[in-house]
């Protein structure tokens, strides 16, 4: 079985819980993303393999690239698609293919042109064409301003993804003898899309023309250990605030920790800091606040009072299951949906501004903090589904032995 992804932490987290579910039911899987060191060193935790595709996801994302820059960028990853999965792919009996839209369409045309099962799937629902919300719009190209109709702006958005990434896309699918793909954006959802988030957090409405399976959210159980440092800490005072923002750079980043650690000791609380790829640290030398690296959120985000992050789905969906209230500050993307929906639940605060102020995060908190808020995310962790990565797996299985011809006898 071959995963392919291409972007940050979140893209790749997911495929992680899946590939160990696979290989628990008795699956050999192979794993193609970003060559970042962090996503080698978790793959090689579980102990399935890494093949690298493009360039480092974390270099690409910290280095801010400008917005005009998104086809030749795309044209780059599109090639590396073609490169390196169609060798990765030889002997595999079906694809995973998820990440950004680009790498997504080469992994799909790898697998069309090897001829073996392809399975689109999508971490969350805002890249699915549905008159219940609108399309996310591209860095640098917004929407035409009072253009609302749901259906006038997912033309608009299939056009886009046409201009940005077809030609790239079609002369390498012409160079493997592949014909031209006219709707990109459709070619990469294909005819029945999987959506691996969960349905409270993240609840599907039923489509027209749209057959989505929406398997729960891949999350696999860490064991780790948090690190004794950070226990003794969590245990020598009350609970505190967790601040990071994962693989979102923050701009001025000394500023934001700033403004974080000042509006969470304004609340009477300890704080927890990840350093995270905006490369957050500590204001002073005062011993109420413990600078993390890499850590075990699940464990992690049980023992705080609550988590301040960038509303990403696998960082939004850890908090949810960890009964933990949230102050969801977006940056990008999707980012604002989760805020929303973390909001619309009752389970937290949604920061209406990418670039928090003392006063702004302080009102949020006070919302984080109260006793309503936390009581309603203990009560919203025990609807979440624990089971998304097994579910998927079983179904990955199932459609491959449908797939296979008899066994003649």
Known sequence: MLLSTYGSRGDVEPLVGLAVRLRALGAEVRVCAPPDEEF????????????????????????????????????????????????????????????VTPAAAGARSVAEKLGIPSVSVTLQQLTLPSPHHAPLAYPGRPFPPGVTDSRVLWDLDAERINALFGAA?????????????????????????????????????????????Q????????????????????????????????????????????????????????AVVARGWAALGLIDDRDDCFLVGEVNQQALFRRVAAVVHHGGAGTTTTATRAGAPQVVVPQATDQPYWAGRVADLGIGAAHDAPTPTFESLSAALTTALSPETRARAVAVARMIRTDGATVAAKRLLDAISKERPPVPA
């Open 40 to 99: 080698e060193r978790r793959l090689a935790d579980v102990g399935v393999p890494l093949v690298p595709v493009g360039r480092s996801a974390r270099a690409l994302t910290t280095g801010a690239p400008p917005p005009s820059s998104l086809p030749e960028r795309a044209a780059e990853l599109i090639a590396g698609q073609f490169e390196v999965l169609t060798a990765a792919a030889e002997g595999c009996d079906a694809s995973v293919a998820t990440g």
């Open 169 to 213: 896309l079609n002369a390498n699918r012409a160079s493997i003898g592949l014909t031209p793909v006219d709707n990109v954006r459709d070619y990469v959802i294909g005819d029945r899309p999987w959506l691996a988030t969960d349905p409270v957090l993240d609840p599907w409405r039923e489509t027209p023309d749209l057959d989505v399976v």
């Open 215 to 270: 398997t729960g959210a891949w999350i696999l159980p860490d064991v780790h250990p948090l690190p004794p440092d950070l226990l003794a800490f969590l245990d020598s005072g009350t609970p505190p605030v967790y601040v990071g923002f994962g693989s979102m750079p923050m701009g001025t980043s000394k500023d934001i920790a700033e403004v974080a650690i000042e509006a969470i000791r304004a609340q009477g609380r300890r």
